[in-house]
């Protein structure tokens, strides 16, 4: 192995630990067909209990890229630019200046811009195949969409296409899945659950894909790969719920001759400490804001820094509403900030899937039969609180016995120690961190861009000396970059849909990192630009030409 270990991420979108390798840790794992992952399970670690900082992607994501809590840098509303500490950077710009060639295929989302900092290549070409050299050590991320909450729902030929690496053998029959008590057990719940399957295998596949690449390319042992997932799967009670379902997540970890084959691991772990981990892993120094804590170091012993995973949820699109949430190796406390507002509350977007529209068109018959004087049937009580009108303020679920969390413990006499432990613990890290999801979102706006106006990172000032070139920019927290690209005709900045998700407005032109005074390409004229995140990009400045040599 060489003393420079590769990166390999590999993520997907909206899925709870439904791999055939979490088969009798997490309900239902058993009917996943997953035989690239579980074999990657087999050969380094699957983490038992990690979980997300919310349960819905951009926050997520922000949280796994920053090391950092959304509630406590911003970033905890779907979706928002946020205008983060000065401190907090995406973790790939630390491993850039470390000297790895870092790459992102493709999706950011992260709730800011993406600075061309912070990695060489963030486009659908990322890879690591186009490093400079063969000795470059590399860290590339690759996000795969198969699995998004969307696909379930495409219609019947279109879903044929995207599940192509299916075959019939893999295919699941809703008649033949299992549900989770608290989704009816209806056609549209066992279609959508048989699909949701079926995605997994077709995600594996493609997993399957990228470690063909890696091995086939020599770089097996040299190579670290994490495998993770956003958030919960893209149906009621998960994606966009702070219970175990939308924040229980798949961690799997390979990382020959440091990480034992076979390694089961039971701790709890946030995917937020996936930043620091990594730093860690390749004897980088953590930085102090960081939030998370290294899971294991360059030796790859494991370490377990958690007690505690806490996790939040502020507004949806157009839904508000706000939950906090702690979990520790058996209980899982919820504290709903507004429990008269309704979990199903109307959100354009999901209110179009199919399971959305199920649990609606059976809370429109029950109303039917209450009109009727009847008793109404057509949902559980469990299942009929998703739809009602309230929740209670608070919730306590005993996930090793109850993993569907079916029944609230928090009313109950003989767990009002534990009840008093985890509220405490969720006032404490409130307390510790902070919580910019509690101030009304449109003061948080105006603290971050008064007025409205967006701050502008200054203008980097340049110095030559000895033949190199300095720079220094007076915005706390700027990185800089530097180019011998020359500049393009404007073309109107990303498109409106990638400037949503906060992918690099690169002007077209490849960006070095500036980690200190450095020579430039003989001949070459040379430009620099600086970026915070949350503010405008600076004005690029091009340095004085230097004499030849």
Request: charge should be negative; hydrophobic fraction near 40%.
């Amino acid at each position: 192995m060489t003393t420079r270990p590769n990166i390999l991420w590999i993520s997907t979108h909206d899925i709870s630990p439904h791999l055939g390798a979490y088969a009798g840790v997490w309900p239902g794992a058993e009917q996943a067909v997953t035989p690239h992952l579980d074999a990657l399970a087999d050969e380094g670690a699957r983490f038992d209990a990690a979980f997300a900082a919310a349960p819905v992607c951009a926050p997520s994501r922000a949280a796994i890229m920053t090391g950092c809590y959304p509630t406590a840098i911003g970033t905890i509303h779907m979706r928002t630019k946020a205008v983060p500490p000065p401190e907090v950077k995406l973790f790939p710009e630390y491993l850039r200046a470390a000297g790895y060639y870092t790459t992102n295929n493709w999706f950011t989302d992260f709730q800011m811009e993406t600075p061309p900092t912070a990695f060489d290549d963030c486009s659908e070409t990322g890879h690591w195949r186009n490093r400079p050299t063969p000795e470059t050590p590399f860290f590339a991320a690759f996000h795969g969409m198969v699995t998004h909450e969307s696909q379930i729902y495409l219609d019947d030929d279109a879903f044929l296409a995207a599940t192509s690496h299916v075959s019939d053998e893999q295919r699941h029959r809703p008649e033949d899945v299992e549900l989770p008590p608290y989704y009816p057990d209806t056609e549209v719940f066992r279609k959508s659950w048989a699909r949701y399957l079926d995605l997994i295998t077709e995600m594996d596949a493609w997993v399957g894909g990228l470690l063909a690449e890696l091995e086939g390319d020599g770089l097996r042992d040299d190579t670290i790969v994490v495998f993770w997932s956003d958030h919960g799967l893209g149906m009621p009670r998960a994606k966009r719920w702070a219970h175990e379902a939308g924040l229980r997540e798949p961690l799997l970890v390979r990382w020959p001759e440091r990480i034992a084959p076979g390694s089961v691991r039971t701790e709890i772990v946030q995917l937020m400490d996936l930043a620091p981990t990594m730093l860690a892993a390749l004897d980088l120094p953590v930085p102090e804001h960081m939030h998370g804590a290294p899971l294991f170091g360059s030796d790859g012993g494991f370490r377990s820094p958690n007690i505690y995973a806490f996790g939040a949820r502020e507004r949806m699109d157009e839904q508000e509403d706000s939950v906090r949430t702690v979990r520790d190796a058996r209980y899982r406390y919820i504290r709903n900030l507004h429990p008269d507002r309704s979990e199903l509350q109307h959100n354009e977007y999901a209110d179009h899937l199919d399971t959305w529209k199920e649990f609606r068109r059976l809370a429109f018959e029950e109303a039917g039969q209450l009109a009727r004087g009847e008793r109404p049937n057509r949902l559980t009580d469990l299942q009929r609180a998703i739809v009602a009108p309230a929740k209670p303020a608070e919730e306590l679920y005993d996930i090793e016995s109850d993993p569907h969390e079916t029944v609230n413990l928090a009313g109950d006499p003989a767990l009002a120690g534990k009840l008093g432990e985890l509220r405490a613990a969720l006032d404490e890290w409130t307390e510790h961190y902070g919580d910019l999801g509690l101030l009304p979102e449109r003061e948080l706006i105006e603290t971050w861009r008064p007025g409205g106006r967006t701050a502008e990172t200054a203008a980097p000032e340049l110095l030559l000396e000895d033949g190199r070139v300095a720079a220094t920019c007076a915005t706390e927290g700027a990185s800089l970059a530097w180019t011998t690209d020359p500049p393009r005709e404007a073309a109107g900045g990303p498109p409106s849909w990638t400037a949503a998700l906060g992918l690099p407005d690169t002007g077209g032109r490849r960006w070095r990192l500036y980690t200190g005074p450095f020579e430039p390409p003989v001949g070459e004229r040379v430009w620099m630009g600086a970026w915070r995140m949350g503010f405008t990009a600076s004005e690029v400045v091009e340095a004085p030409l230097l004499p030849s040599r």
